[in-house]
């Protein structure tokens, strides 16, 4: 509607975050002369109106602006190596990782990184096609990946990934296939898709027969009409309906063999009901005589498939992202050989007790032992823990961490999947199981359903055979027609999805319909402590002295790589007042894990650990004292002098959420326990602790991966828990606890394992995500109340003869309608609670 | 009435048709990525962007 439509300039913008007149609100470029609105081309504009029209502005500003802000981070390096350039050129790989097409070409997928939006897919496709020899190319957005077709003579894969190089983008071989699921999922949508077409066809005959077609009063018709129900039928119950059959079958093998009723699949009510329904109407339809119900059963067997395959689907889905990231441990590796030579080779085919070298802002491909070298890694991945670990000869390396300072020499031990990473990833994708409990929750209400209307259909039957010979047919056709299984199976999922799509406008992102309903039920809050009650970043929280030396020390500190170093820079920026000055620096030298020292403008400064700088420069009491309260309050004490005498320090550490504490008292007002676990240090844990209000004795420090998740196990024994956080170590937790909440960046198997994924940025507490649930599971109650009274004083009605199927027919329809139209308006949140740092946001 | 003798087999032959053409597009990999095409009818081709009417 905006394209047509959009005549006059777009209105005044409700989200945007540059003030001057002269930046288009939609990509910030500036305005070209001659434009009066607001945007720098037609296509911006539209773009802008869209996303504002679908209501989706507030959300799709701020997650491009969580890319845009996030900061301390060393770039990753998308420089792809001499290395891959002649391993992507081998035949073997050609081989390997095409397939071939009926001409001759082969088609190729390869996975991109650094694609960014439509645009960057747009301009892979131009580049790949611009290629001599390659043709075709298709940009899969959320996949990352491209699809083209090549001529193996004539086309160059390494010339391509030189031409992607210079735009930016990398590519590589896909490391794990898909196309097991693929298939099966792909077989499945054919059975959905020929099921519709089947069950539409026989309604449209059944409603000939329930307008009044009759074998009285038009016997070839309405036979004609029966016969061609029971071919279409028989043509679904086979193809679509063996789906359940097979499961069914096999679970009353299995439960015979175990002698046990618990083995029955739900499949198996649902197999018996379509059975009972088919052959009874097979019966009808060739004798001629009594009502057939095709109708009911192809409908049932499309929409049960349907919902198989839905679940499917976001199985895929959230699994895609754990294999992504198995793609980010890099491709190669250094491996320095006996003889002291370097040598770059595949990271697959590091052996354990291979030496490799790990530089500066590189990520270790293998589990390790360093050798030589002192560094700064971050182990956040792993750990969690934003600050970053000062590893030296002796002690262990992840795969996965990142290398901050120096280069290190590592002695390789395990990797690919026996990796730790590789080992909490795998963890994750078997405990994958059950999903989509709440399809389930229909499928068996549905089936449950169908056999209590078919056992009353009969049973009125059999008491009209006496009681009212007549109206049999009457009476039974009324009940089958007007008792509606999808208003009872559809109330719960129907609720969910569209208070889902409400929430996934706010920014909160909710993957799994149960945990909507478990959110109600929560009894224990567990927060992880980095990045959750914290920012998850080491900045400045506490600083004495003249601040003027702070920008001072930030010239010094641009030489250094070091994440203190980037907290000292960030709070020198943030420092109002701070005189801006020109600086002459010099003679810089990095002394690794203590501090830097050089010449600025000619003054000696130094900034550093204390106890280093103490060596040479005096620190006056007054300092000294400030700094013992500095890591009393477990925050890294970081000293500036100049020339010789210290001026200012800073307490470096991770800031606490400004929200919290109030978070935290009003989970404890209304009887929710809360708890903490971490990662880091068992001391900085429970400061932080203490501080947000949290009970002494439940806060528990230093924590691994798999403690934490043992410890929510058993305390999901005792309580409905929830549990918030963000690190890899999380989330095994995650899946354990009964919601998980991932909270903040990419982090790929946090968001395969929880349920609910909020972007850092937005932090709506956990307050507002309880009473959604609450909100939601109410309305969904009321739903199933509906339905169900509306089932029973209507089956009654038609039992009792009330009821003509005509009316049945009409009433039918309207009752499912009520029930979305209520669902659909469903208000799970205030507006004042999910206030976003946005201005002038709307629902 | 008797048109529907017609009518009915011609009717089951359409969605037999439907259900052919719905396998292809299924395993033809029509419905794998349904994010993309919305976005990529926004892109402009290269001949029409320099002639495209601005300011509406």
Redesign the interface.
């Known amino acids: 509607m905006a394209f047509i439509e ?2 006059s300039p777009p209105r005044e913008s409700s989200v945007s975050n540059n003030q001057e007149a002269d930046s288009c609100k939609h990509c910030d470029l500036s305005i070209p002369a001659g ?3 607001s945007f720098c ?3 911006c504009a ?2 802008f109106e869209a996303i504002r029209d679908a209501g989706l502005d507030s959300t799709y500003y701020s997650l491009r602006r969580l890319s845009e802000t996030a900061r301390g981070k060393p770039v990753k390096q998308l420089k792809t190596s001499a290395l891959r350039k002649k391993h992507i050129s081998t035949p073997q790989f050609i081989e390997e990782s095409t397939v071939g097409q009926s001409n001759g070409s082969r088609r190729i997928c390869l996975g991109v990184d650094g694609l960014s939006c ?2 960057c ?2 301009l892979v496709e131009q580049v790949v096609s611009a290629q001599d020899g390659m043709w075709g190319a ?6 990352s990946s491209v699809v083209f077709d090549l001529d193996t003579d004539r086309a160059s894969l390494s010339q391509l990934l030189e031409s992607l190089e210079s735009f930016g983008y990398s590519i590589h071989a896909r490391k794990t296939r898909q196309d097991g699921a ?1 298939q099966r999922e ?1 077989k499945l ?2 059975k959905v ?2 099921s519709w ?2 069950a ?2 026989i309604m ?2 059944a409603f000939a027969l329930y307008s009044g077609l009759s074998v009285e009063s038009d016997p070839i ?1 309405a036979s ?1 009409a029966r016969w ?1 129900s029971f071919l ?1 039928a028989s043509v679904s119950v086979a193809y679509g309906g063996i789906e359940f059959f097979k499961t069914a079958f096999a679970s009353i093998r299995f439960a015979l063999k175990r002698k046990s009723l618990r083995g029955l699949h739900i499949d198996t009510p649902i197999s018996v009901g379509i059975l009972v329904g088919y052959f009874h109407s097979a019966a009808s339809a060739i004798s001629g005589q009594g009502d057939i119900w095709f109708d009911s059963i192809a409908v049932l067997i499309a929409a049960l498939l349907t919902a198989r395959w839905l679940q499917m689907r976001s199985q895929r889905i959230a699994s895609q992202a754990a294999s992504r990231l198995m793609d980010m441990i890099p491709y190669e590796a250094r491996k320095i050989d006996t003889d002291g030579s370097e040598v770059v080779i595949n990271s697959e085919d590091i052996v354990a007790g291979d030496t490799i070298r790990i530089d500066p802002g590189e990520i270790a491909p293998v589990d390790g032992v360093v050798i030589s070298g002192t560094s700064n890694v971050n182990n956040a991945i792993i750990t969690g823990e934003s600050r970053p670990l000062q590893i030296r000869s002796g002690d262990g390396i992840f795969a996965g961490s990142l290398n901050q300072s120096a280069p290190l020499v590592v002695r390789a031990e395990s990797k690919g999947s026996d990796t730790r990473v590789g080992q909490i990833l795998q963890w994750l994708q078997e405990s994958e199981g059950t999903q989509a409990k709440v399809v389930q929750l229909a499928d068996r209400i549905s089936g449950y359903f169908v056999i209590c209307v078919l056992f009353l259909a009969f049973s009125t039957a059999v008491a009209g055979y006496f009681f009212f010979p007549d109206a049999i047919a009457t009476r039974v056709v009324a009940l089958l027609v007007i008792s509606c299984p999808c208003a009872l199976g559809m109330a719960t999922p129907l609720a969910i999805a569209a208070a889902n799509g409400k929430a996934a406008r706010k920014g909160i992102y909710i993957r799994d319909g149960i945990a909507v309903e478990t959110l109600d039920t929560i009894s224990a809050v567990v927060f992880d402590k980095t990045g959750t009650l914290t920012e998850g970043n080491i900045s400045v929280v506490d600083y004495d002295g003249d601040s003027d030396a702070f920008a001072v020390a930030a010239e010094l500190e641009r030489y250094a790589r070091h994440p203190i170093a980037f907290a000292v820079i960030q709070f020198a920026e943030n420092l109002a007042g701070v005189k801006q000055k020109s600086f002459l620096v010099s003679d810089v030298k990095v002394e690794t894990g203590s501090g830097i020292t050089g010449n600025v403008n000619r003054v000696a400064v130094s900034v550093g650990r204390p106890a280093w700088i103490e060596a040479n420069c005096s620190l006056s009491a007054h300092f000294e004292n400030r700094i013992n309260d500095f890591v009393a309050k477990r925050l890294t004490p970081v000293a500036i002098s100049f020339d010789g005498i210290v001026v200012a320090i800073a307490g470096c550490g991770d800031k606490v959420r400004p929200d919290t504490i109030a978070e935290i008292a009003n989970l404890k007002e209304k009887g929710i326990k809360t708890y903490l676990l971490s990662g880091d240090d068992t001391r900085v844990t429970a400061a932080i602790g203490h501080q947000v209000g949290i009970d002494e004795e439940n806060i528990f420090g230093s924590i691994g991966p798999e403690q934490k998740r043992s410890f929510i196990e058993d305390l999901c024994l005792k309580e409905r828990v929830l549990m918030i956080g963000d690190g890899v170590n999380d989330a095994a937790a995650l899946r354990a606890a009964h919601v998980g909440v991932a909270v903040g960046n990419e982090n790929a198997p946090c968001l395969v394992a929880s349920d609910i994924f909020i972007p850092a940025e937005l932090s709506p507490s956990s307050l507002t995500l309880l009473k959604f649930g609450g909100r939601v599971v109410g309305l969904i109650k009321r739903n199933l109340a509906i339905s169900a009274a509306y089932n029973l004083i209507a089956g009654t009605a038609a039992i009792l003869g009330f009821v003509t199927p005509l009316v049945a027919a009409i009433a039918m329809p309207l009752s499912s309608l009520f029930v979305v139209a209520t669902s659909l308006r469903v208000k799970p949140f205030d507006d004042a609670d999910t206030s976003s740092p946005l201005p002038g946001q709307s629902s | 009435m008797n048109v529907l003798f017609v009518l009915v087999p011609l009717a089951l032959c359409l969605a037999t048709a439907a259900a052919l053409a719905f396998r292809w597009a299924v395993k033809n990999g029509q419905f794998d990525d349904l994010e993309s095409p919305a976005i990529r009818m926004l892109i402009d081709e290269q001949e029409s962007a320099k002639t495209k009417d601005e300011g509406e």
């Open positions: 959009a005549k434009r009066h609105d081309c037609t296509g539209i773009a439509a645009a897919g747009w298709t940009v899969n957005l959320p996949e693929s792909k949508l054919i898709g020929v077409a089947l539409g066809n449209l005959l018709y004609g061609v279409i």
